[in-house]
């Protein structure tokens, strides 16, 4: 049976809404790249393969940039991946630096580019010192938000600057460059940057935004709500408040709300399988999964924890040694 969704939009706009066309380019593609060893087991079957990583949530892993932030489905697939892949660190209670996520990042997409995690890292420490240590669901909830809005982030940033020059926002002109050309944002050094703008104002010319941009942005109503508490705000502060935001997790659909962060019974099942077919491992096995993932180490190092779900991609690195962290007692 059709969705109510699907019987209402003409088939040009459904297919348009789901990115069917970007789909189809890249298999395709891949189609035509791999042609000799797909010859060997059939088309028909390649596609269905490839659809059904798709609808998993797989195909993006490993693939570049440019295919990784394409359309909202690889966004949302490409964060909870990551989430995946690599909560053991949160529940190792790890704090690892900026690069460190970077380099996490980068296993997964070999070509991520290193500006788009620094900006995550500034909605966490509120400012530009992205060498000090941060707490996984920190940095997590901040990335999905700096990664899947990204260009709308990058509006609302021109806008804030114009407020606090006092422009008229509405001459603002949204940016339609792709994410890897980002606007450059505010400086925290900035006396105005400090004293923040008035946060009624401000949700009115995002409001306006919202109508207008033809890229993902948070529900309006949850944004209102997300600023209903305060009389003016920062930049950052504005980004640190929808990273927080209970209801705007839930509207992007990516991760699980904190408290459940860290669990996520169908890959602790997966990993045990993986576990039990490693020689020498199975007799070490603990009652915790978690335990067998990830060895004890001497902090900082951040050198195991994605080591049962890659064998063949074995990376380590040093923090900086610092002691300091950010807050995982939120909830």
Same mark, same amino acid.
């Given at each position: 049976?059709?969705?109510?969704?699907?019987?209402?939009?003409?088939?040009?706009?459904?297919?348009?809404?789901?990115?069917?066309?970007?789909? &189809?380019?890249? +298999?395709?593609?891949?189609?035509?790249?791999?042609?000799?060893?797909?010859?060997?087991?059939?088309?028909?079957?390649?596609?269905?393969?490839?659809?059904?990583?798709?609808?998993?949530?797989?195909?993006?892993?490993?693939?570049?940039?440019?295919?990784?932030?394409?359309?909202?489905?690889?966004?949302?697939?490409?964060?909870?991946?990551?989430?995946?892949?690599?909560?053991?660190?949160?529940?190792?209670?790890?704090?690892?630096?900026?690069?460190?996520?970077?380099?996490?990042?980068?296993?997964?997409?070999?070509?991520? !580019?290193?500006?788009?995690?620094?900006?995550?890292?500034?909605?966490?420490? &509120?400012?530009? +010192?992205?060498?000090?240590?941060?707490?996984?669901?920190?940095?997590?909830?901040?990335?999905?938000?700096?990664?899947?809005?990204?260009?709308?982030?990058?509006?609302?940033?021109?806008?804030?600057?114009?407020?606090?020059?006092?422009?008229?926002?509405?001459?603002?002109?949204?940016?339609?460059?792709?994410?890897?050309?980002?606007?450059?944002?505010?400086?925290?050094?900035?006396?105005?940057?400090?004293?923040?703008?008035? +946060?009624?104002?401000?949700?009115?010319?995002?409001?306006?935004?919202?109508?207008?941009?033809?890229?993902?942005?948070?529900?309006? +109503?949850?944004?209102?709500?997300?600023?209903?508490?305060?009389?003016?705000?920062?930049?950052?502060?504005?980004?640190?408040?929808?990273?927080?935001?209970?209801?705007?997790?839930?509207?992007?659909?990516?991760?699980?709300?904190?408290?459940?962060? &860290?669990?996520?019974?169908?890959?602790?099942?997966?990993?045990?399988?993986?576990?039990?077919?490693?020689?020498?491992?199975?007799?070490?096995?603990?009652?915790?999964?978690?335990?067998?993932?990830? !060895?004890?180490?001497?902090?900082?190092?951040?050198?195991?924890?994605?080591?049962?779900?890659?064998?063949?991609?074995?990376?380590?690195?040093?923090?900086?040694?610092?002691?300091?962290?950010?807050?995982?007692?939120?909830?």
């Amino acid at each position: 049976m059709l969705s109510p969704e699907r019987l209402a939009l003409p088939d040009y706009e459904y297919l348009a809404q789901r990115h069917v066309l970007t789909y &189809m380019e890249d +298999a395709v593609c891949q189609l035509l790249e791999n042609r000799e060893d797909i010859s060997q087991y059939g088309i028909a079957r390649f596609f269905t393969e490839y659809f059904n990583s798709v609808c998993q949530g797989t195909h993006i892993l490993f693939r570049e940039f440019s295919f990784v932030q394409a359309t909202p489905h690889n966004r949302v697939s490409f964060l909870r991946a990551f989430w995946r892949c690599f909560r053991t660190v949160g529940k190792n209670g790890d704090l690892l630096t900026m690069k460190e996520y970077h380099c996490l990042l980068q296993l997964l997409c070999p070509d991520f !580019p290193l500006e788009l995690t620094q900006k995550a890292a500034r909605i966490v420490l &509120m400012d530009d +010192a992205v060498d000090c240590l941060m707490s996984f669901s920190d940095f997590l909830f901040a990335f999905q938000i700096q990664f899947y809005y990204s260009e709308f982030l990058d509006s609302v940033a021109a806008i804030y600057e114009d407020l606090l020059s006092g422009k008229n926002p509405n001459t603002v002109i949204v940016p339609t460059s792709s994410s890897g050309q980002h606007r450059q944002r505010p400086a925290l050094g900035e006396a105005g940057m400090l004293e923040g703008v008035e +946060a009624s104002l401000f949700y009115q010319c995002l409001e306006n935004l919202c109508d207008r941009h033809k890229y993902s942005c948070p529900p309006p +109503a949850l944004v209102k709500e997300a600023l209903s508490n305060v009389q003016r705000l920062t930049f950052y502060g504005f980004l640190m408040a929808l990273s927080k935001h209970h209801g705007i997790n839930q509207a992007l659909g990516a991760l699980p709300d904190k408290g459940d962060l &860290m669990h996520d019974p169908a890959m602790d099942e997966e990993l045990e399988r993986l576990l039990a077919q490693v020689p020498g491992l199975v007799n070490s096995v603990t009652a915790s999964p978690e335990a067998s993932c990830l !060895p004890s180490r001497t902090p900082p190092r951040v050198g195991s924890p994605w080591r049962p779900l890659h064998h063949s991609r074995k990376v380590d690195g040093e923090s900086d040694g610092s002691t300091e962290e950010t807050d995982e007692s939120e909830t």
